[in-house]
């Protein structure tokens, strides 16, 4: 056990001086300057492609991924070292995105060895971006109802349908894409693909949400050409890999970084209301969310080190992406209560850029019971594989 602390120790003083050494200064001390970049799905220039590339030759953006693909080859407790590292720096990791949290440890699990060496590499490396062709206009939470067609035309297949709400399809390279290759049978007549979205054939138009961005997409795809190589897994045994991967993604929505970024509660309370007597009901309710908040991230830290060896999803990150997406809904609500009629601004000079930040996060927060799997569609998964409740959905 000695052995073990005083390996991750070293590991602890290697990381720390490796940082040190190449984060560019610039980007220290706010770890949203990255994040926020990629989302508004800007190319990394200057300081922040410096990073990228530094952080791409080092693995660190896959930090548990095996070396041979050019990840980092850590183990996990190694892993979480590094992000307690960076936090305290703070600075975010530049190689964010669908590769590396949703796509890249699917095809590392189902892909054949030419796929991992033709695609890893470039995730590892952050140089190219992916989208996710899942939702359609008639196949949203019942995703087996997609219509999408790919079709066999000889050394190649074609691929003719629509995609929706595909986040990201305007700056994207690759496609990963559920498409319909049986069209007798429901969920064993899908297939999962890779699509190029850098050809001819393929068009995206962004959908302008409320909150005034337009991270998502409407995707169409007109005899758009798919590799025969670039087929993971079976003909029509898309359908279980397909829903590996939304583990992955739902694994990723149930961290943190949702209820991270912005000012905290106590902060602004006590910037906009002062040493004001009242609001005894918002006081009350924002210890609350504070507990709630603390709890999911010690529950979210329990469940990484008692995963041990194990980089799987299991169910449970339905349980914690219902978690964090309530926790994070009453965060935003509160935050414009605190803020009073300075949490009511969609532009001008009289409200602060956190102000102005804080309406559009509570806007975009309304999606998130929807997005990644509805609250409901979670809560189904939980009775069904967690708590082993019957399946309501069949007749006795």
């Known amino acids: ?56 030759e080092k693995g660190w953006g896959a930090p548990t991924w095996p070396k041979t693909y050019g990840g980092g080859g850590l183990s996990p407790a190694e892993a979480r070292v590094l992000a307690r590292e960076m936090a305290a720096m703070g600075v975010a990791s530049p190689i ?17 060895e030419d796929q991992k060496q033709r695609h890893i590499p470039s995730i590892v490396r952050g140089e190219l971006r992916w989208c996710q062709g899942y939702s359609e206009p008639g196949a949203g939470s019942d995703l087996a109802a997609l219509q999408t067609k790919l079709e066999d035309a ?38 999962f693909v890779m699509i190029n979205m850098r050809q001819p054939g ?23 050409r798919v590799e025969k190589n670039d087929m993971i897994g079976p003909l029509n045994g898309g359908w279980t890999i397909g829903k590996r991967l939304l583990q992955h993604e739902r694994g990723g929505q149930g961290g943190n970084r949702m209820i991270s970024g912005g000012p905290t509660l106590p902060e602004l309370m006590a910037s906009h209301w002062g040493e004001s007597e009242g609001g005894e009901d918002a006081r009350t309710r924002m210890v609350a969310n504070l507990v709630d908040a603390r709890a999911h991230q010690l529950t979210v830290e329990r469940a990484a080190s008692e ?48 102000e102005l930040w804080a309406v559009r996060n509570w806007l975009s927060g309304k999606a998130y019971t929807i997005y990644g799997g509805s609250f409901e569609i979670q809560n189904n998964i939980i009775s069904k594989r967690i708590l082993g409740l019957p399946d309501a959905t069949k007749s006795a």
């Open 96 to 112: 964010i995105g669908m590769g590396t949290s949703m796509f890249g440890p699917t095809l590392l699990e189902y892909g054949t």
């Open 154 to 191: 000889g050394d190649h297949w074609i691929v003719n349908g629509q995609k929706i709400w595909t986040s990201g399809a305007q700056w994207a390279d690759w496609c990963f894409c559920l498409v319909r290759t049986d069209t007798t049978k429901k969920h064993e007549g899908i297939s």
């Open 1 to 56: 056990m000695l052995d073990k602390v005083d390996a991750l120790e070293a590991f602890r003083v290697e990381a720390r001086d490796w940082l040190e050494a190449n984060v560019p200064a610039s980007l220290r001390g706010d770890p949203e300057k990255v994040v926020e970049a990629f989302m508004a799905g800007e190319k990394p220039t200057g300081d922040f492609d410096l990073w990228r590339r530094r952080m791409g």
């Open 307 to 354: 995963a041990r060896g194990n980089q799987n999803p299991s169910a449970t990150t339905s349980i914690m992406k219902n978690s964090v997406t309530r926790i994070a809904q009453e965060k935003a609500e509160l935050t414009l209560e605190l803020m009073g009629a300075q949490g009511l601004g969609w532009t001008g000079d009289e409200f602060a850029s956190d």
């Open 202 to 224: 393929v068009e995206t138009r962004p959908i302008k949400l409320i909150a005034g961005n337009s991270p998502f997409c409407e995707t169409f795809f007109t005899d758009a």
